[in-house]
């Protein structure tokens, strides 16, 4: 991701008004506008992997997202646009963002990797109803789940190819094998 040059501070209302006008996706952190940088295959086939495999398996009240719908942050002065994200509350009633995610899924660029896993992941923490938050690397298999513990702690587990992930905030077990159907490893 990258700031904008030249672009001075918007308001959450003026960036609501400008970002579907604009041919790029773009996020806003407290004020500032930040471009979303393209994905490459790989990133891609990982996100309809991973999109597809919960699809198959949920039905309502489970929602699923991807790429393209926003997330927003409690107090309006973030949104975000999730790789996966997955809602099954009532109050998700907006037809152009998500409030109540469950779980939400990052797929891992070198580009984004130290954002997702430090600043995104602490804003990420603040909804009250986000149960799970995955980590999926790009160059290598590997997958990391953040899960919130009944003492509000987040308890990481990792996992590798041979390994299945259950995701209990949807009671869905995929395995890591079929994430990363047809991505190419250099």
Same mark, same amino acid.
């Given at each position: 991701? %990258?700031?904008?040059?030249?672009?001075?501070?918007?308001? $959450?209302?003026?960036?609501?008004? @400008?970002?579907?006008?604009?041919?790029?996706?773009?996020?806003? @952190?407290?004020?500032?506008?930040?471009?979303?940088?393209?994905?490459?295959?790989?990133?891609?086939?990982?996100?309809?992997?991973?999109?597809?495999?919960?699809?198959?398996?949920?039905?309502?009240?489970?929602?699923?997202?991807?790429?393209? %719908?926003?997330?927003?942050?409690?107090?309006?002065?973030?949104?975000?646009?999730?790789?996966?994200?997955?809602?099954?509350?009532?109050?998700?009633?907006?037809?152009?963002?998500?409030?109540?995610?469950?779980?939400?899924?990052?797929?891992?660029?070198?580009?984004?990797?130290?954002?997702?896993?430090? $600043?995104?992941?602490?804003?990420?923490?603040?909804?009250?109803?986000?149960?799970?938050? %995955?980590?999926?690397?790009?160059?290598?298999?590997?997958?990391?789940?953040?899960?919130?513990?009944?003492?509000?702690? @987040?308890?990481?587990?990792?996992?590798?190819?041979?390994?299945?992930?259950?995701?209990?905030?949807?009671?869905?077990?995929? $395995?890591?094998?079929?994430?990363?159907?047809?991505?190419?490893?250099?």
């Amino acid at each position: 991701m %990258v700031a904008l040059p030249d672009r001075p501070l918007m308001s $959450a209302e003026e960036y609501l008004a @400008w970002e579907p006008t604009q041919e790029e996706r773009y996020e806003y @952190w407290d004020g500032e506008v930040v471009a979303i940088s393209g994905g490459t295959r790989n990133h891609n086939r990982i996100c309809v992997n991973f999109f597809k495999l919960l699809d198959d398996s949920l039905n309502l009240p489970y929602e699923i997202y991807i790429l393209a %719908v926003k997330l927003r942050l409690e107090g309006g002065r973030n949104y975000f646009y999730p790789d996966v994200m997955v809602t099954c509350d009532d109050r998700d009633n907006d037809p152009q963002l998500v409030q109540f995610p469950s779980l939400i899924i990052e797929v891992l660029s070198p580009s984004t990797e130290a954002i997702d896993r430090g $600043a995104k992941f602490a804003k990420y923490r603040q909804f009250s109803t986000l149960q799970e938050y %995955v980590l999926v690397q790009v160059q290598q298999p590997g997958v990391e789940l953040f899960r919130r513990n009944q003492q509000s702690q @987040w308890v990481l587990s990792e996992y590798g190819l041979g390994d299945s992930l259950l995701l209990e905030s949807v009671g869905v077990e995929i $395995a890591i094998a079929d994430l990363y159907r047809q991505v190419q490893f250099s």
